[in-house]
C-alpha cells in the first residue's frame, strides 16, 4: 500500500473544522502590523501553518515533529513570530503569553472558536444527502516490477443545505 506524504496544506488542516481561521489570521495579521510596523505582508504561509497546529493543540515539540524538523528550532521560530504577534493583541493579558497552550485556550475564551451546535454554519454544512457510484475497478499485476495496482473510480455526490459557508477552508487551500 502507497501512502501519500501529507503536504504543508494538508497538516493540521482539522483546525479550519473548529476554528474561524479567517478572523485568528487578521487578528495576528494586524498584531504582526503593530509589532512590526513595516511588515508588508500578513501571515506568511509558515506562520499560519505553525498557528493552525497550536489551534489543533500541538505542543510546538509536536508541530516540529510533524514537520520533520528540530523542537528547538520549532519553538524558537514561533518565539520570534507568533508569540510576538500574541503579545501584540491588545486584548490578551500579558501573563497569557507564557506558554503554547495559552494561546489556544486565550482564542477559545475569545471567541475565536466555530460553535458546532446545530445552530452553527459548520453544523449545517454537512451533507445532507450522499450518493456514492463505483464506476470501474481494475486489477493489473506487473510481474516485471513484482508489483499489483488496484484502480478504483468513484462517483460521489454530496447535496448540502443551500446557506452553507465554509470559512476558513478557502484559506487553508490558499496556503
Excluded at 481561521?21 to 487578528?27: A, D, F, H, T
Aim: proline fraction near 4%; include cysteine; hydrophobic fraction near 35%.
Amino acid at each position: 500500500m502507497v501512502t501519500r506524504k501529507p503536504t504543508r496544506k494538508d497538516l493540521f488542516a482539522e483546525a479550519a473544522q473548529t476554528w474561524d481561521l479567517n478572523r485568528i489570521y487578521e487578528l495576528f495579521t494586524e498584531a504582526k502590523r503593530r509589532i512590526f510596523p513595516n511588515a508588508r505582508q500578513g501571515l506568511t504561509d509558515t506562520e499560519k501553518l505553525y498557528l493552525r497546529g497550536l489551534l489543533c493543540n500541538y505542543s510546538p515539540s509536536d508541530i516540529a515533529r510533524q514537520l520533520s524538523k528540530s523542537a528547538r528550532g520549532a519553538e524558537v521560530y514561533m518565539c520570534k513570530t507568533l508569540y510576538q504577534y500574541f503579545k501584540g493583541i491588545p486584548e490578551t493579558p500579558s501573563d497569557d503569553v507564557g506558554n503554547w497552550r495559552n494561546v489556544h485556550q486565550w482564542l477559545d475564551k475569545a471567541g475565536y472558536k466555530i460553535d458546532l451546535s446545530g445552530d452553527s454554519t459548520v453544523g449545517r454544512s454537512l451533507p445532507k444527502d450522499a450518493k456514492i457510484h463505483i464506476t470501474d475497478i481494475n486489477f493489473i499485476n506487473n510481474k516485471e516490477n513484482n508489483n499489483a495496482t488496484i484502480s478504483i473510480d468513484i462517483n460521489i455526490k454530496l447535496s448540502f443545505p443551500s446557506e452553507v459557508t465554509n470559512q476558513g477552508e478557502d484559506e487553508i487551500a490558499n496556503d
